[in-house]
Nanobody
Framework: QVQLVESGGGSVQAGGSLRLSCAAS?????TSWFRQAPGKEREAVAF????????SYADSVKGRFTISRDNAKNTVFLQMDSLKPEDTAMYYC???????????????????WGQGTQVTVSS
């Protein structure tokens, strides 16, 4: 069982930046960030493969968020710039142990989840 630990959340004013980290205790095939705002469903934000440079983003964060990874440290990052109040949410990282054919934005495709880190953006 791989453990995922997120860090880097906090409070920031609109237009500011935060960098989230997701440290895995072992190998994962791919990793994504999801978020859930109060009263809303959890939504996929960004995706990255462990091998290669392929990434995907939700339309709402394209051009503002960047997902990256350091395979030597089994860590995935989410650089969040130009933050907006609507980015306020609990952010979770999720990982797959292998390829499964489920699209990256579907929660059912993930085997491991972190405990979440809160991001609050004030106007």
């Amino acid at each position: 069982q791989v453990q995922l630990v997120e860090s880097g959340g906090g409070s920031v004013q609109a237009g500011g930046s935060l960098r989230l980290s997701c440290a895995a205790s072992g190998y994962t095939y791919s990793t994504s960030w999801f978020r859930q705002a109060p009263g809303k469903e959890r939504e996929a934000v960004a995706f990255i493969y462990t091998a290669g440079a392929s990434t995907s983003y939700a339309d709402s964060v394209k051009g503002r968020f960047t997902i990256s990874r350091d395979n030597a440290k089994n860590t995935v990052f989410l650089q969040m710039d130009s933050l907006k109040p609507e980015d306020t949410a609990m952010y979770y990282c999720a990982a797959r142990r292998s390829r499964n054919g489920i699209t990256w934005f579907q929660e059912s495709g993930y085997d491991y989840w972190g405990q979440g880190t809160q991001v609050t953006v004030s106007s």
